[in-house]
């Protein structure tokens, strides 16, 4: 399909889903959906909090004022916040609601009392939860990772430039070097499904971007880059580039490691799906930016080491258009490469992507497309299909990604929104 072919496709998607502009419409059909598995009214990820993002994205690519939307949204969001005042998580609670309130508050002109509420409560939150973390709940996702704990809180303070915020972030990256003593190990109590408790004996290491040790790492890669006289970080960088360096295995087309190891077998477990939230692509990412910002040759060259492996391309077969772990996620780490590097190979299988992305829309469909996901009640059926709204696992996110292209082939930069994933 030719690039203009392709761009006319997506903007007729983006015509066709109307509801997309009045959430009063998005809510009534999320109230009528029969298969939805994810649903958080206020919640980054899933809920209507996403739609900001979204309208500032649309703005830029279509050149529309969409101010009325936004500040109709921002109303309904002031309503329900303090229904999630002790929920400080990026993806569900108040760190996302700030992040997407700052992305629309044009370089901080707008909305700022409300972010001063919000930042004042999050800090409040992080604060207490440390006092009170004991020794072995620094390496326990649920405090550390990007989706539910602290890295994702961080990377919200990142964007806000008063010094109680990055007081903050300083006091979150303690708790990271702590869990960095302790191997990051995840014992088995701290895992999230009830067979991996029973599995994971001993614990594990997580090498994934959403759950596991490269969301703080990268959160320790973007302070260095704030703060590059800060040698003790700097020095905690290494130490975790070591950790990580240890458990890649060779393979013909380079380096990959295990989405995470026993500690008690001795080995590791490996990608079904190469995406967003488990995978390559987040290694290679979380050792990019390492290496860039310890202008370290042996760091960059492993992560190059990396690419061969996601070229290749040889994983489980996908079957979601989302982003997480699906189509939508693996074209915008392509996106991004093709952006770094200006390789034409980056942005062909960022196309090819697309494309499956493209052939699985139907405007029937409740959001026009379903999160594909594999069948874990033994009903028989191999797949589930969900109708799926918000960011993570939802049409947002797709639609983020598909405007993304449009922009990138038409010269522009890439969006400020992969903040939200760790990505920049």
């Known amino acids: 399909m030719r690039q203009s072919k392709r761009v006319e496709k997506i903007k007729d998607i983006l015509t ?28 980054l990820s899933s809920g209507i909090t996403s739609l900001l993002i979204f309208y500032q994205e649309y703005e830029n ?54 972010l001063e509420q919000i930042d004042n409560r999050l800090r409040q939150n992080i604060e207490r939860n440390l006092v009170n973390y004991k020794n072995e709940e620094y390496a326990n996702p649920m405090n550390y990772d990007v989706v539910s704990g602290n890295a994702g809180v961080a990377r919200y303070l990142m964007e806000r430039e008063s010094s109680e915020d990055w007081r903050i ?44 040790i490269l969301g703080p790492a990268t959160i320790m890669a973007l302070y260095q880059r704030r703060e590059p006289q800060n040698t003790r970080n700097a020095e905690k960088l ?45 290694i290679y990412n979380t050792l990019f930016l390492m290496g860039k910002v ?50 034409s190979i980056f942005l062909v299988k960022a196309e090819e992507e697309i494309d499956k992305i493209l052939i699985v829309y139907n405007s029937e469909n ?8 594999d069948n874990i009640d033994n009903t028989g059926e191999r797949l589930t299909y969900w109708d799926n709204f918000g960011l993570l696992s939802g049409t947002v996110g797709v639609l983020l990604v598909l405007m993304e292209y449009c922009n990138i082939v038409n010269a522009g930069k890439i969006a400020e929104w992969n903040k939200i994933f760790l990505l920049t």
């Open 294 to 343: 310890l202008s370290n040759q042996e760091i960059c060259e492993t992560a190059q080491k990396v690419i061969p492996s996601i070229i290749k391309d040889d994983y489980e077969k996908m079957e979601s258009p989302t982003f997480c772990h699906g189509f939508a996620g693996k074209a915008n780490f392509f996106l991004l490469q093709y952006q770094r590097t200006k390789e």
């Open 169 to 212: 972030v300083e006091m979150i990256l303690e708790t990271f070097y702590k869990a960095l003593e302790q191997g990051w190990r995840v014992q088995s109590k701290y895992q999230f499904l009830e067979s991996e408790k029973q599995y994971y004996l001993e614990g594990n290491i997580n090498f994934g971007l959403a759950h596991g």
């Open 16 to 43: 066709e889903q109307t509801y997309l502009f009045d959430y009063q419409e998005i809510l009534k059909k999320v109230s009528q959906a029969k298969q939805t598995d994810f649903w958080n009214l206020l919640s």
């Open 238 to 282: 290494q130490e975790t580039y070591r950790l990580i360096k240890r458990y890649a295995q060779v393979r013909d087309e380079g380096l990959r490691w295990p989405i995470r190891y026993d500690l008690f077998r001795k080995e590791g477990s490996f990608i079904l799906r190469n995406g967003w939230c488990y995978g390559e692509n987040g």
């Open 61 to 114: 690519l279509e050149g529309v004022n969409l101010k009325q939307q936004k500040q109709s949204l921002i109303g309904l969001i002031s309503h329900y916040i303090n229904q999630i005042a002790e929920k400080s998580s990026l993806f569900d609670g108040l760190a996302g609601v700030g992040f997407a309130i700052n992305y629309i508050s044009n370089n901080g002109k707008y909305y700022q009392k409300l």
């Open 366 to 373: 409740m959001f026009g497309f379903k999160d594909i996901e």
